[in-house]
């Protein structure tokens, strides 16, 4: 059976943990939640051993031959083992399934096995999927609707001690815009500003302690420019322009953004172990599938030169090179989003 995260949370408090776990969807923070519920439940079940598997380097899949080995030799330092996979993309392919399927089948005493995946949808369940859920728990965090948005947003108020009336809550939904790791971090903002008060949130007390959120920040664009979605950039850029934002207050985290791809797609195209690199660029797992999907749209030497492209605009701002900054940056970061955009660069081909 198909849970929710919040679901599969609050079974995990009321019974052993199961041989399998199945966490995806397009939801970060959910599925980034759920598989934090699982490793407490171990923790607290006394299993402190854990193995991370995701691929590597040039490799386009985990080492299921390891994986493989892994299952079938016995733990050196502990009597129960986490072991954990990650598919950023849903999807194992063939020999990936039938690993995980032959684990299903006789699950090991000493192993919990938690998968996680950052895309989903019907088409990427399968008989691997359904061997997990027979012996574990599948529980996938769909994009949260807008007409559900305030109900999810009451029940975190409330898991922090706080009662917003129906227009508050439905203030703060309107200025997250849906993303819930916005909403998560006001939420936590509110339970420090409003602690001692057990008069419920209303919207004046609401609109006074919540920053918009809503507004079009360089993170949020950022993460558009990144994650592909280059409507959502242009939108973005606009709305900064319209706030009075300036190019320079901007340039300083695009460069940095883009030299990070550099840096992680030479790690990358070399082979080079690129879990060690996230670490070392210290970008949460819960950012990772956005920077891999990225670096899956550009080749090492196109994050170059988009560095390159970068400053000719950053010399744009300060008059030493001609042509408009706010155009320049549009173009840039229609290109990081979408590869086809990468001919709006006619300037400094990549």
Request: aromatic share 6%; proline share 6%.
């Amino acid at each position: 059976m198909e849970l929710k995260p919040e679901q599969l949370a609050a079974r995990l408090e009321s019974e052993p943990l199961r041989p399998a776990y199945l966490i995806a969807g397009p939801e970060p923070l959910r599925v980034l939640e759920a598989a934090d519920a699982v490793r407490a439940a171990a923790r607290a079940q006394g299993i402190d051993e854990r193995e991370v598997f995701e691929a590597e380097g040039n490799q386009r899949e985990p080492d299921w031959a390891r994986l493989e080995a892994t299952f079938n030799a016995p733990s050196l330092f502990a009597s129960r083992r986490l072991v954990e996979l990650r598919l950023p993309t849903g999807k194992p392919g063939k020999d990936g399934a039938a690993v995980i399927a032959d684990f299903c089948a006789a699950p090991p005493a000493d192993v919990i096995l938690l998968v996680t995946a950052g895309e989903w949808s019907k088409k990427h369940a399968g008989k691997w999927s359904d061997a997990i859920g027979r012996v574990g728990h599948v529980a996938i965090a769909w994009a949260t609707k807008p007409h559900e948005l305030p109900e999810w947003i009451e029940r975190r108020l409330r898991s922090h001690g706080l009662v917003a009336d129906r227009d508050a809550v439905q203030l703060l939904a309107d200025r997250v815009e849906g993303n819930l790791l916005a909403a998560a971090q006001e939420i936590e903002k509110l339970a420090l500003l409003a602690r001692g008060d057990d008069a419920p949130l209303d919207v004046a007390r609401m609109h006074s302690l919540v920053a918009d959120a809503a507004r079009y920040d360089v993170f949020r664009l950022l993460d558009a420019a990144m994650n592909g979605e280059p409507a959502l950039v242009s939108r973005m850029l606009a709305g900064l322009r319209a706030e009075g934002a300036a190019v320079p207050a901007l340039m300083g985290m695009v460069v940095m953004e883009l030299q990070r791809a550099a840096a992680l797609a030479r790690v990358s195209a070399s082979g080079g172990n690129l879990s060690a690199e996230f670490k070392a660029q210290r970008i949460w797992d819960s950012k990772q599938s956005v920077y891999r999907r990225a670096l899956q749209r550009h080749a090492a030497p196109r994050w170059e030169a988009f560095v390159g492209v970068a400053g000719k605009v950053d010399r744009m701002v300060k008059g030493r090179a001609p042509g408009d900054p706010w155009l320049g940056l549009e173009r840039l970061l229609l290109a990081v989003a979408d590869a086809k955009a990468v001919r709006l660069l006619v300037a400094t081909p990549v």
